[in-house]
């Protein structure tokens, strides 16, 4: 829409507020909200100011002013707030100069779909990423100079098999047995299909939901493929009424990757293909699994770069409690079709041009998406422009191959910190044309040391008690 359009958009809805959102460098949404009738076409151009200081990973205090630009396409009614609200997201600028913000992830994601263009090898790279989350009934956690805990509950753990419930009534998902039983084993069933109705209604394409593998409430709903920028949007958006439509009905959603000890944990299987001239370039009838030239040097940039792309797309210490070798866990640096003990899977469901694509299986949903996907589309680049060789693949169950075989896998970084090391001497990939810099990945990688790593690191873990209190 034009800044016209969206002005008449929301007079036809009766539009009472406008909410401006943007995402901070981790990756969670932000946003103030105005009157309509503070809505002028003019702040599409000239913007509105905010305090940069204060959002995590931007200004300093002495540069803190900053301005947000609406984008009028991502103009939408909003599906959560009571009184009507137009919401769109926004593009962050310097108010001196009008220069795009260098820390803005969204700008970031969209230079990388500007470099693909310019590279000649594709126009358009479409993204489906499948997005896991718990929906629980309590949390509680705290920490403090004597003591830290955690308390997760929730109605369908099977932890509460013998909990008095007044009445109990059984039929709680066991460990590791939540795919796919239908209701009442499947509790969350119609909560999942109005958290579906509510995307929908947002403009997103759903594909499917369904219960996933984990006991104590693990769902997963898919959002249909679409161009980089526009899927990381919805990433967004997704996360956004998905907690809400949950906090409808007094539970919590958290995508956490690791939430639960002994279970499943949450991830973000990452599909992934180049487009020219409306040909998937990812398709060759007599490649291995159907796969092209050009998707197998891909996916070899995505290998080779593996430890540094996790900084971003496994960007907590989180995320390696769920990325552990020998627990089903795509920890192993090959690739394959069908395969789900491989890092990179190439679905085979169907056998059409259209479908082929790539799956990236370590991310999780603690990723800035505008960031992740943006840092995967380089390195396949990378891959491509020197046409790196993927090695043979590997159509084995990894986690049973003997000791001596298993040892010639290289496999992902075992920690955050070791992620972080890794994006620190391999990024090059990542400043071609631009798209990241040397500002951003210095502050991403400080951020996350100090605010994350430094944080965990100083504190007892309550099961050191358990291994240590009485030495």
Known sequence: MTPE????????????????????????????TIPISELSTEIFTEGIGFDGSSIRGFQEIHESDMLLIPDPNTALLDPICKAPTLSMICEISDPITHDPYSRDPRYVAKKAEAYLKKTGIADTSYWGPEMEFF?????????????????????????????????????????????????PHDSQQDLRTEMVMNLIDAGIGIETHHHEVASGGQAEIDMKFDTLTVMADRCLLYKYIIKNVARRHNKVVTFMPKPLFQDNGSGMHTHQSLWKDGTNLFFDANGYALLSKTA??????????????????????????????????????????????AAIRIPTYSNSPKARRIEFRPPDCTCNPYLSFA?????????????????????????????????????????????????????????????????????????????????????????????????
Not at 11 to 29: E, R, S, T
Not at 299 to 319: M, V
């Open 5 to 32: 359009e969206v002005l008449a958009f929301a007079k036809q809805k009766g539009i009472a507020m406008v909410d401006l959102k943007f995402n901070d460098l981790p990756g969670l949404w932000q946003h103030f």
């Open 135 to 183: 929906i629980f009934d309590d949390i509680r956690f705290d920490q403090s100079v004597n003591f830290g805990y955690y308390f997760i509950d929730s109605v369908e753990g099977e932890w509460n098999t013998g909990r008095d419930e007044g009445p109990n009534l059984g039929y709680k998902p066991r460990y590791k047995e939540g795919y796919f039983p239908v209701p």
């Open 296 to 341: 197998k040097n891909y996916a070899a940039g995505l290998l080779k770069h593996a430890p540094a792309l996790l900084a971003f797309c496994a960007p907590t210490t989180n995320s390696y409690k769920r990325l552990v070798p020998g627990f089903e866990a795509p920890v192993n640096l090959v690739y394959s079709q069908r395969n789900r003990s």
């Open 375 to 471: 840092a995967l589309l380089m390195a396949g680049l990378d891959g491509i422009k020197n046409n790196l060789d993927p090695g043979d693949p590997v159509d084995k169950n990894i986690y049973e191959l003997p000791a001596e075989e298993a040892a010639k896998i290289k496999q992902v970084p075992a920690t955050f910190e070791e992620a972080l090391d890794a994006l620190e001497a391999d990024h090059d990939f990542l400043l071609e044309g631009g798209v990241f810099t040397e500002d951003l990945l210095d502050v991403w990688i400080r951020y996350k040391r100090e605010h994350e790593i430094d944080p965990i690191r100083l504190r007892p873990h309550p099961y050191e008690y358990h291994l240590y209190f009485d030495l």
